[in-house]
């Protein structure tokens, strides 16, 4: 079994520009809205961006250790709690 937060804690992923997170566990790659029989590493990101507008450094890497990457924009997060508490 991957440990994916080891793996991703180790590559310095969430200090990466947009990154606002991951899945815990290996997801199947999502391309061009169709979902591949390809195992990766699911990164979450509020925006993405075109590869010529971020620096070598801040690209998240195609794979780690092996395992292709997925970046997922899925935009900015809030708090839930909030609204939850007005309801309850």
Same mark, same amino acid.
């Given at each position: 079994?991957? /440990? +994916?937060?080891?793996?991703?804690? !180790?590559?310095? +992923?969430?200090? *990466? =520009?947009?990154? @606002?997170?991951?899945?815990?566990?290996?997801?199947?790659?999502?391309?061009?809205? #169709?979902? *591949?029989? $390809?195992?990766? $590493? #699911? @990164? &979450?990101?509020?925006?993405?961006?075109? #590869?010529? !507008?971020?620096?070598?450094?801040?690209? $998240? =890497? %195609? %794979?780690? %250790?092996? @395992?292709?990457? /997925?970046?997922? %924009? @899925?935009?900015? *997060?809030?708090? *839930?709690?909030? &609204?939850?508490? #007005? &309801?309850?």
């Amino acid at each position: 079994m991957v /440990d +994916v937060k080891k793996l991703v804690e !180790k590559h310095g +992923v969430m200090k *990466l =520009p947009n990154v @606002i997170g991951y899945s815990n566990a290996l997801q199947w790659k999502i391309k061009g809205g #169709r979902v *591949l029989p $390809i195992k990766s $590493i #699911r @990164i &979450y990101v509020t925006r993405k961006l075109p #590869r010529e !507008k971020l620096r070598k450094d801040e690209l $998240i =890497p %195609e %794979e780690i %250790e092996g @395992i292709p990457t /997925d970046v997922v %924009e @899925i935009g900015r *997060l809030r708090a *839930l709690a909030v &609204y939850a508490q #007005r &309801y309850r």
